[in-house]
T-cell receptor, first 111, second 112 residues
Framework: RKEVEQDPGPFNVPEGATVAFNCTYS??????FFWYRQDCRKEPKLLMS???SGNEDGRFTAQLNRASQYISLLIRDSKLSDSATYLC????????????FGQGTTLQVKP | NAGVTQTPKFQVLKTGQSMTLQCAQD?????MYWYRQDPGMGLRLIYY???????DKGEVPNGYNVSRLNKREFSLRLESAAPSQTSVYFC???????????FGPGTRLTVT
């Protein structure tokens, strides 16, 4: 079983739609959580950290459910420029900074 | 600031050839990482260096060696390339323990 699992998609949505991605992690020692964004043939970049209380950054909302060991990302009012692959990432206690990456969920926003 | 730079951007090797992928960062980060990314597999850690002078194996170290030349530079060497090493290789750096890693633009390697 992969340590971080995501539905690879692709998710095809029209502009303006709301879309949600989920991610599950298997290691209960996971201590911090992130969403990274990767554009086609580019390097990954941090989109946002995920906090226990949930957090919002403009049109993006991230939630963490420690009891069920899943993380979500909600994108409201999708833009064409949101088309990318979204990587769920966890950091495990005592892992000396090593991150565990999910395989990513691909989003295509259509006009 | 250039951030994280990698050379080369593209490389084609024949089976059995060797090469070194170069990575440098100018953000004064202590920690550096090498990943490979394959379709359907996500990013997998090959080796990392928590600080200058130390290196450790990641999830998929077989067939690779690394050198942390100084605080700025972390190189990845393939001694005898195999077709299974065809992949996109990313170098990254971070402050130790920080969840934000900064990635280089990647090296696309094909082994025939």
């Amino acid at each position: 079983r992969k340590e971080v699992e995501q539905d690879p998609g692709p998710f095809n949505v029209p502009e303006g739609a709301t879309v949600a991605f989920n991610c599950t992690y298997s290691n209960s020692a996971s201590q911090s959580f992130f969403w990274y964004r990767q554009d086609c043939r580019k390097e990954p970049k941090l989109l946002m950290s995920v906090y226990s209380s949930g957090n919002e950054d403009g049109r993006f909302t991230a939630q963490l459910n420690r009891a069920s060991q899943y993380i979500s990302l909600l994108i409201r009012d999708s833009k064409l420029s949101d088309s990318a692959t979204y990587l769920c990432v966890v950091n495990i206690v005592g892992n000396t900074g090593k991150l565990i990456f999910g395989q990513g969920t691909t989003l295509q926003v259509k006009p | 600031n250039a951030g994280v730079t990698q050379t080369p951007k593209f490389q084609v090797l024949k089976t059995g050839q060797s090469m070194t992928l170069q990575c440098a960062q100018d953000m004064n980060h202590n920690s550096m990482y090498w990943y490979r990314q394959d379709p359907g597999m996500g990013l997998r850690l090959i080796y990392y260096s928590a600080s200058e002078g130390t290196t450790d194996k990641g999830e998929v170290p077989n067939g690779y060696n690394v050198s942390r030349l100084n605080k700025r530079e972390f190189s990845l060497r393939l001694e005898s390339a195999a077709p299974s090493q065809t992949s996109v290789y990313f170098c990254a750096s971070s402050i130790p323990g920080d969840g934000e890693q900064y990635f280089g633009p990647g090296t696309r390697l094909t082994v025939t």
